[in-house]
């Protein structure tokens, strides 16, 4: 089993950064591959990024790449998304999420577990 808990999140301005948290609980954290996926109101969730349980590899939506940077330590059982140039249509809910086969790490239905969110609002 994990536990997922997001911070970070909050209101602010177009152009501005916000850095998401994602603390983990369980000795098996570095053994999953992480995700960020994020859901606006009247929207389906999409994803944003994912990394794999080492680190080396991570992936990007066309959307956020460029602007966002996924990482893990897993010394702190934490993965984070640096979020650079927000934009307003950046507005979700951003969720995290664990474990998920390697050729289906954009594919939320293929994660086990999953955190509560965080709200991220970019105003324009």
């Known amino acids: 089993q994990v536990q997922l808990v997001e911070s970070g999140g909050g209101l602010v301005q177009a152009g501005d950064s916000l850095r998401l948290s994602c603390a983990a609980s369980g000795r098996t954290f570095s053994s999953y591959a992480m995700g960020w996926f994020r859901q606006a109101p009247g929207k389906e969730r999409e994803f944003v990024a994912a990394?794999?349980?080492?680190?080396?590899?991570?992936y990007y939506a066309d959307s956020v790449k460029g602007r966002f940077t996924i990482s893990r330590d897993n010394a702190k059982n934490t993965v984070y998304l640096q979020m650079n140039s927000l934009k307003p249509e950046d507005t979700a809910v951003y969720y995290c999420?664990?474990?998920?086969?390697?050729?289906?790490?954009?594919?939320?239905?293929?994660?086990?577990?999953w955190g509560q969110g965080t709200q991220v609002t970019v105003s324009s």
């Open positions: 999420a664990a474990d998920a086969p390697f050729s289906r790490l954009r594919s939320w239905s293929e994660y086990d577990y």
């Open positions: 990394i794999t349980w080492s680190g080396g590899t991570t």
